[in-house]
């Protein structure tokens, strides 16, 4: 049962993870907090700054343009507290190991995958990303550009035949940014998440079983080396 559009972890928001204060800013701007599941502190939990100070490394290190910092501070000023999925009590532990929050992940439609790497033009793909894969959840991927084209080069399939994935082409980080959020709130508009969920499935199930598939071929490729003599 869908009872969220989309879920948006965002735990550490510090450094060159400055990004998802962004995006969680733009979410508020657009009155859609309340439609997703969405976890955000305004004092990271990493370096144990606010917002304010790390958001300035936005400008000054990865050069997202001052207006647009400015824009998602003034927005985050007026959140109320600290955003939770679950644990709240107030804490947000490390849980990379686990799967995550299932019952809201169940019971959302998209997930938005807040990767580790967004501004280093680099190939690099977390847990974070095969999350979703194994939920059999469609997924926005806000990552290092060409990311997509990277997780589809292992066999996974994505979702270009109803998200405009343009975005992964993109090298401009602040260009990048502003097309994915796009594809996030088209989706978030959308009046029939259950309709669109069907134009999924096939996607979903395709990348459900390749990632089962991965540990097996990974378990015989250490029996052939094991076995193989030596030279």
Excluded at 46 to 59: M, V
Excluded at 163 to 191: C, F, G, H
Aim: some cysteine.
């Amino acid at each position: 049962k869908l009872e969220k559009k989309y879920i948006s972890l965002n735990r550490i928001t510090s450094n060159h993870r400055i990004y998802r204060a962004l995006l969680v800013s733009e979410l508020s701007a657009h009155n859609l907090l309340d439609d997703g599941y969405v976890s955000f502190s305004r004092v990271c939990p990493d370096n144990g700054k606010h917002y304010k100070e790390n958001l300035t490394s936005a400008y000054t290190d990865f050069k997202i343009p001052i207006s647009i910092v400015h824009r998602a501070t003034s927005i985050l000023d007026k959140l109320d507290d600290d955003l939770r999925i679950d644990f709240t009590d107030g804490s947000i532990p490390n849980q990379s190991m686990v799967l995550g929050p299932i019952d809201a992940m169940m019971s959302s439609f998209v997930h938005v995958v807040s990767e580790t790497q967004y501004f280093p033009h680099k190939q690099h793909l977390t847990e974070k990303i095969f999350k979703p894969i194994v939920a059999k959840q469609p997924f926005i991927l806000a990552g290092s550009a060409h990311n997509l084209d990277y997780l589809k080069s292992y066999g996974f399939k994505t979702f270009d035949n109803v998200i405009d994935e343009s975005y992964d082409n993109e090298p401009d980080n602040a260009k990048r940014y502003a097309m994915a959020w796009a594809q996030i709130v088209r989706l978030q508009n959308t009046d029939g998440p259950r309709q669109v969920y069907e134009h999924f499935k096939d996607v979903l199930e395709h990348n459900h079983q390749l990632m089962l598939s991965i540990p097996k071929q990974q378990l015989k490729d250490i029996q052939r080396f094991i076995h193989a003599p030596f030279a």
